[in-house]
């Protein structure tokens, strides 16, 4: 790319470990030259080098509100947008600021 992302977020932790494994491969200095961020926030970005930086979020109350909205479909509910917790950054070492 003419002009290569500054961050890429994944969609969950694993992914952005093999995101994390493919730069290393790629000599691409992570977070020097991107800044990769994992969604799920499990242990697993914590013994990664570096650590991956998060979106951390409650999965099990997500689940939940998820549930409750299935059950009110099937008791007949209108269908609608639901505001659901907003994920906290969980700033490690995979992350920095903008280059340039």
Excluded: K
């Amino acid at each position: 790319m003419a002009e290569p992302p500054t961050v890429i977020l994944y969609d969950n932790d694993l992914m952005a470990i093999a995101g994390l494994s493919t730069f290393a491969e790629l000599e691409v200095p992570v977070p020097e030259q991107v800044s990769l961020l994992a969604w799920d926030d499990s242990e697993l970005c914590l013994i990664t080098h570096p650590q991956l930086s998060a979106l951390s979020h409650d999965v099990m109350a997500f689940g939940a509100h998820v549930g409750r909205r299935v059950f009110d479909l099937l008791d007949g509910a209108e269908p609608a947008a639901h505001l659901d917790s907003t994920p906290v950054l969980v700033e490690r070492q995979s992350t920095a600021p903008p280059r340039g």
